[in-house]
C-alpha cells in the first residue's frame, strides 16, 4: 500500500475509533442513568455487552472484510454477555496457523481499534489444535467454555467445542477437582470469610466467581447453560436455584455501582467507596444504623447465602462422581452418608422442631463429620420458618437446647446454628445483628461473626491447653461452676447493637429474658445479666485506669463483689477484645488483665472491709523485690543502695520483677548516668523500656519522639521524679510493624544515642496517613481537670502515626512537664490520658488549660506539622 494510501487509512480509522468511542460513552451514560433510577443491574450488563458487540462487529468487518477462514469469539465474562461499566473484553480469534501468518497485520489493526475506541482488550488467537493445547491450564480452559460467537459460523463453533472436548481436555471429574481446590485457595486469600471490612465482591468467598464456579461445574459436568437446568436434572431444588438468582442479582447491583462510584475497574469494596456506594444505591442514615452498615448487612447476607448454597450443590457434584455413599443408621432417624450427616427419610425434619435440635445434637456427638448431606441441609433450610422464637417454643424444645450448650462441642453447634440460619430463628435478636457491621477500624468483623469469635475463644479456654495470648485463662476456667453461662454472656454480650441505646444495657434485657424463659435459676440468670450489662468494664478499668492504685483496685472490686464474678468476667473480657480485632490483643493487654484479676481476688480474699492501703503495698513489693534480686546474688547493702536512688512511688506503681529487673540495671550504673534498659514483655511482642538520667525539660518528649522514629508506638508511659534531680521513666512500647521487632539491646543504645546529644533537636518524622485512617473521622474531644496535685488531660481523636510524638511536642513547647500517660487505641480512634504540672509541678491554670487546648487542636484537627 502506498505511503498516502496507509496515511487516509489510519486517519480513517482514527475517526472511526474517535466515533465508537463517543457512541460507548454515551451508552454507559445512559445505563448509568438507567442504574440510577432503578434498572436491574443483571439486565444493564447484558445491554453493555451488546452495545459493545456492535462496536467490536463493526471493527472486525473493517479490518477483516466477510473472511470466514478466521472466526471472532467473545470469551471470559464478555462471553457470558457480562460486561460492567468498567470490565475489559476478552477474545478469541480461531484461525488455522497459516491463516494467522497471513492475517497478522489485520490482527494488530483490529486490536488497536478497539484499544482506541476506549475498549480495554485482551485477545488470544490460536487454531482449534492450539486451543486443546492451551486448554491444559484450566483456567483457559474455563474462559473458552464461556466463548459465544460474535462473528463466526457454526463450523467454527463446531470445531472450537470439539477442540475443548471433555474427551480431549480436562474430564468432567478432573475438572471438578482442580476448580474446587482452586477455590479453596481462593477462599483461603480472603481469610475464608466473607465478612471482611473491605470485601471483594466477585473473588472473595460468596461473592460473583462462587456463582460462576458453579456455573462452569454444571456445564463441565451436565452440558448445562444455566443452574436453573439443573433443577430438572435433580441437582438442584427450586428453592435454591431461585435464592441464588436473587443473591447473583444483589451482588450484580452492588458490583455495577462500585464500579461506578471507583470510575475505573474495581472489585474490593473499600472504605473510599462504601459511603458514596451506600448513598448512592439509596441507603439512608437511621437512628442506631448507618445507610452503610444497612447496605454492608445486605452484602454479608448474600455472600452467606451463596457460599451455604454451593456448599450443597458442591456436594451434589462430589456425589455425580465418587458415587452416593451407603447409608450407615446412627438411629431409627439419622444415618451416615459417607462422612455426611443425613435423615433416614424425607420430610423427618419437617414433623417437629424437636428434630432440628436433635439433628445438631447426633452432629456434635459424631466429630469425624464432614457436615450435613446437601439434601438434608436443603430441607433444613425449608424447615426454618417452623423453627420458633424460644419464646414461642414449650419448655421440652428449650430444655433441647440447654441440652446442646452444656454438651460435646457446643461452641462448634452454636457456630452452626449459626451459619445455617437456626440460631437467627431461636433468637430474633441474633438474627438482627447477623451480618451487621460497624463503619469503623476497631471493630473488623461482623457483630454475629465477632460473637461466634469471643465463643470459640472461651472454647480454646475450655480445652485445658495453654494459649500463649493468654496467660491465665486456662488455669482459670476449671473454676467456673457452670461455664455454659459463661457461653450465654458471650451469645448476649454485643446481641443489643445497632438499636440505638447502650448495647450493654439493652443486651442485658435481652439476657434476662432468654435465662428466665429457659427455667434458668435467679442466680445464674442474674449473673449472666451481669456479665452482659458489665462486659466492657474490666477492659475499662485495665486500660484507663492505674491499676497499680489500691483505690482503683478496691473500686473494681466493689462493683465485681465476689471471686465466681471475676472469673467469669475475666475470661468474657480476654474473649472479647481477642475475638474484636487480630491486632488488639497483645502481651501488654494480657498482662494488664492478669494483673488486673490478681489483685482484684487478693482484695476479695482479704475483704472489701479492709482496703490495703498504699504503704502496705510498698512494703510487699518491696519485699518480694529483695528476694528476687538477692536469689541473683545481690547483696542487702547493694539493694538498699539501689532503692535508694528509685522513686518511692516506684514501688507502688510497679510490680516486684519489675522493680527487681530496674534495681538490677541501676546496679550497674553509677549515680548520675544515663541508664536505659529494655527487655521483653512476658516473652512476646511488647518490651518495656526504662529511662533513669538527669531531668531536663523536654526529656518525655524526646524519648517518645525517639521512640516514634525507630517504629515503636507507646502503649503506656510512667513518669516520676527520682532522687537527686532524676527521671525514672517507664515504657510499655510494641512495634509499630509487628515483622519487624527490635532487639532490645539495638533498642536501647538507639534511644541513649538519641537522648545524648541536644534534645531540642530530637523532632518527629514526617509520615503519611495509612489510607484506611483517612475515611473515619472522630471530632476531637479534651477535657482537663485537677487530681492530685497534677492536671488530667483526656483527649479523644483520630489515631494516625506519630500522634504521641506530636502531643509530647506540643507539651514540650508549653514547657509542661508529664508524670503518666496511657495510651489506647481502638481501630481509627485514639483515646488517651496524660497527668501534666506546670514546670513548677502545680496544677495548669485556667489560661494554661486555653493555650494547651487551642495547641493540641491545632494538630489535632489540622496540619499536625
Known sequence: MEPAAVAASAADDAVWSAAARVALAQADAKLARRFDAGAPADRLIAVRARAVDVQVRAAWRRCMGEDETLGLFAVGGYGRAELFPQSDIDLLVLAEIPV?????????????????????????????????????????????????????????????????????????????????????????????????????????????????????????????????????????????????????????????????????????????????????????????????????????????????????????????FAGVAVPVPINADLERRGNYLAACRPGWLELDAANVFALFAAWAADAGLR????????????????????????????????????????????????????LGRWIPAFQRVSGRMQ??????????????????????????????????????????????????????????KGRGGDHSELGAVDARGFCQAHGLSEADTALVEWLVRKHLMMSITAQKQ???????????????????????????????????????????????????????????????????????????????????????????????????????????RSRPDQIAWQAAALRAASPGDTVVAVRPVSGRDGLEVLVHMPDQDGLFAAIVIALDRMGMSVLQARVLDAPGGNIHDTFQVQSADPRQVPEPDLLAAGLRRALAGDLRHVLPTRRTQPRHLRHFRVIPQLDFADIAGVTRIGLVCNDRPGLLADIARVLREQHLRVHDARIATFGERAEDLLLVSDEHDRPLQPARCDALRDALLAILDGDPR
Not at 452440558?223 to 436434572?233: K, N, W
Not at 439434601?375 to 441440652?403: G, H, K, N, S, W
Not at 500463649?468 to 457461653?487: D, Q, T
Not at 483496685?553 to 467469669?568: K, N, P, T, W
Open 100 to 320: 494467522q501468518h497471513a492475517r497478522q497485520a489485520q490482527l494488530a489493526r483490529f486490536v488497536a481499534l478497539l484499544w482506541d475506541a476506549g475498549l480495554a482488550a485482551s485477545h488470544a488467537v490460536r487454531s482449534a489444535a492450539q486451543c486443546t493445547e492451551a486448554a491444559a491450564d484450566q483456567s483457559v480452559l474455563t474462559a473458552l467454555l464461556e466463548a459465544r460467537a460474535l462473528c463466526a459460523d457454526a463450523a467454527q463453533v463446531a470445531s472450537l467445542d470439539a477442540a475443548i472436548a471433555p474427551a480431549k481436555v480436562w474430564p468432567a471429574a478432573a475438572y471438578f477437582e482442580a476448580k474446587c481446590e482452586e477455590q479453596r485457595r481462593r477462599h483461603a486469600r480472603f481469610g475464608d470469610t466473607s465478612d471482611n471490612l473491605e470485601p471483594n465482591l466477585k473473588d472473595g468467598p460468596g461473592g460473583l466467581r462462587d456463582l460462576h464456579v458453579l456455573g462452569w461445574l454444571a456445564r463441565r459436568s451436565f452440558g448445562t447453560h444455566a443452574l436453573s437446568e439443573l433443577i430438572e436434572l435433580g441437582r438442584l431444588g427450586w428453592d435454591e436455584a431461585a435464592a441464588l438468582e436473587r443473591e447473583r442479582r444483589e451482588l450484580c447491583r452492588l458490583r455495577y455501582g462500585l464500579h461506578l462510584v471507583a470510575g475505573r475497574r474495581e472489585e474490593r469494596l473499600r472504605f473510599d467507596y462504601q459511603k458514596p456506594l451506600a448513598a448512592r444505591l439509596g441507603h439512608v442514615d437511621q437512628a442506631g444504623s448507618l445507610g452503610v452498615e444497612t447496605m454492608m448487612q445486605g452484602f454479608y447476607r448474600s455472600a452467606a447465602i451463596v457460599r451455604r448454597i454451593g456448599e450443597r450443590l458442591l456436594q451434589r457434584f462430589e456425589e455425580h
Open 546 to 652: 492505674d491499676i497499680t492504685d489500691p483505690e482503683v483496685i478496691h473500686r473494681f472490686a466493689g462493683e465485681v463483689a465476689d471471686r465466681q464474678r471475676l472469673d467469669y468476667l475475666y475470661l468474657l473480657t480476654c474473649a472479647d477484645i481477642a475475638g474484636t480485632s487480630p491486632k488488639l490483643w497483645n502481651g501488654w493487654r494480657d498482662r494488664l488483665l492478669a494483673d488486673l484479676h490478681t489483685a482484684t481476688r487478693l482484695a476479695l480474699r482479704r475483704g472489701l472491709g479492709q482496703p490495703v492501703a498504699a504503704e502496705d503495698r510498698i512494703a510487699e513489693n518491696q519485699a518480694t523485690a529483695r528476694m528476687l534480686l538477692a536469689a541473683e546474688g545481690h547483696g542487702d547493702a547493694v539493694i538498699e543502695a539501689v532503692f535508694a536512688r528509685m522513686p518511692h512511688e516506684n514501688f507502688l
Open 371 to 422: 457436615g450435613l448431606h446437601s439434601q438434608c441441609a436443603r430441607e433444613l433450610a425449608l424447615t426454618l420458618p417452623l423453627v420458633p422464637a424460644y419464646d414461642q417454643a414449650d419448655a421440652a424444645l428449650r430444655e433441647q437446647f440447654l441440652a446442646l450448650l452444656r454438651g460435646p462441642q457446643a461452641v462448634v453447634t452454636l457456630e452452626r446454628m449459626a451459619r445455617l440460619g437456626v
Open 439 to 496: 463503619f469503623d477500624l476497631f471493630h473488623v468483623y461482623t457483630v454475629d461473626q465477632h460473637t461466634l469469635a469471643v465463643l470459640r475463644n472461651l472454647a480454646q479456654f475450655s480445652s485445658g491447653q495453654q494459649d500463649e495470648r493468654f496467660s491465665v485463662a486456662h488455669l482459670i476456667w476449671p473454676s467456673l461452676r457452670k461455664p455454659e453461662l459463661l457461653l450465654l454472656a458471650g451469645l448476649f454480650h454485643d446481641i443489643g
